[in-house]
């Protein structure tokens, strides 16, 4: 018996991620969609060098995610991993503040060769993909270097001064995410070709954003002709994971699902809220979707994706 392809099997599909949160979405989406007809473009606003090497915590954390060999307990970095060349950092007096793991060191140590070879992230993180089997297109937002900042009460600080060093504790003030970023040609070429745009459920602020505010995504997915579908981060009033919720409330939103939805405005054509919140939804200002969003392993993850595609290929052919 042959099955009915869904909808969307001929859409071209283009995820927004984050690291944890948007990982989880791209991961199930990657296990539906046919790979040439995926491309996962990624955050790389919380990008840093560290003991000289090259870091890109949502790159790295996507890929992983993709390959199967993700740390499921700490939602970054490599499962089954090893310590020793931190531990010996301290011992000598570097600096351990930010963890990199013995197998993860391996992806940071190739990463910055082949950077200071000449070669763009976007072609890197292509060569990483095909050693780890990854089929779809995960794609850098742009080649150039496009730190976010983080204006607090008492200070501007660097992204992960303020994540990691400082455990996101600092009140937030304002995101300051840099002018003048271009988008690969790799990046704006998926989203010509994109049928379908989703947002995972990803910070709105640090890690959806940065993506946006590179030049022309936000433009480019404002002129989509089908249709841009957002996932909440939120559920029942609490971030999963991270700063989401708490920032919210510091930036003066409601730390509701509806708040998120409101924040994307009329870039989205649909949004996808947890059943949890169903009470607190309230004039959503777009098409929405009630589900069961949190995705707590593989299984979930494949079903969030599944009702997420078909409910925006729904909105794509109304
Ligand atoms: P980060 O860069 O590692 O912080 O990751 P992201 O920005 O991609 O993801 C963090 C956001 O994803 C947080 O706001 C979480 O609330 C949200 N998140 C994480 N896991 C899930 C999940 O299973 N379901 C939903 N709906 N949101 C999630």
Redesign the pocket.
């Known amino acids: 018996m042959t099955q009915e392809k869904p909808i969307w099997h001929n859409f071209n599909v283009v995820v927004l ?9 791209a991961d199930g989406v990657a296990r539906l969609v046919a790979p040439e007809r995926l491309t996962i473009v990624v ?1 790389t606003g ?1 990008d840093f060098e560290h003991l000289g090497l090259k870091i890109c ?2 790159l790295d ?1 996507v890929m992983y995610t993709l390959a199967g060999v993700a740390n499921p307990e700490t ?2 970095g490599r499962a089954q991993e090893s310590w020793r060349v931190m531990t010996e950092v301290a011992h000598l007096g570097g600096p351990d503040w930010f963890r990199l793991g013995d197998l993860d060191l391996a992806t940071h140590l190739v990463r910055t060769h082949l950077l200071r070879q000449g070669e763009r992230l976007t072609a890197v993180t292509r060569h990483l993909c095909q050693k780890f089997n990854i089929s779809p297109a995960i794609l850098p937002m742009s080649d150039q270097s496009a730190p976010t900042m983080i204006e607090t009460d008492d200070a501007v600080l660097s992204f992960q001064d303020w994540f990691v060093a400082q455990r996101w504790q600092p009140s937030v003030r304002r995101v300051r995410l840099p002018e003048d970023v271009r988008a690969s040609g790799a990046v704006a070429r998926a989203l010509e070709l994109a049928d379908l745009v989703l947002l ?4 709105p602020f ?3 954003d940065p993506i946006l505010n590179v030049y022309p995504v936000r433009e480019m997915i404002m002129d989509i002709p089908r249709a841009v579908v957002a ?5 029942g009033g ?8 708490k920032m919210m409330q510091e930036l003066g939103m409601p730390v509701t699902a509806t708040a998120v939805a409101a924040y994307y405005g009329d870039l989205i054509d649909g949004f996808v809220y ?1 059943t949890r919140d169903e009470h607190t939804v309230t004039e959503l200002p777009v098409a929405g979707l009630a589900t069961d ?4 392993d593989v299984p ?1 993850r494949i079903r ?1 994706a599944q009702e997420v595609l078909d409910f925006a290929a729904r909105l794509a052919t109304e």
């Open positions: 991620a984050g690291g944890v949160g948007g990982a989880k979405l955050n919380d915590p949502d954390t939602g970054w995972a459920p990803s910070n640090v890690s959806i996932v909440t981060p939120i559920i609490q971030a999963v994971k991270g700063p989401a919720a947890d969003t949190w995705m707590k979930d969030l």
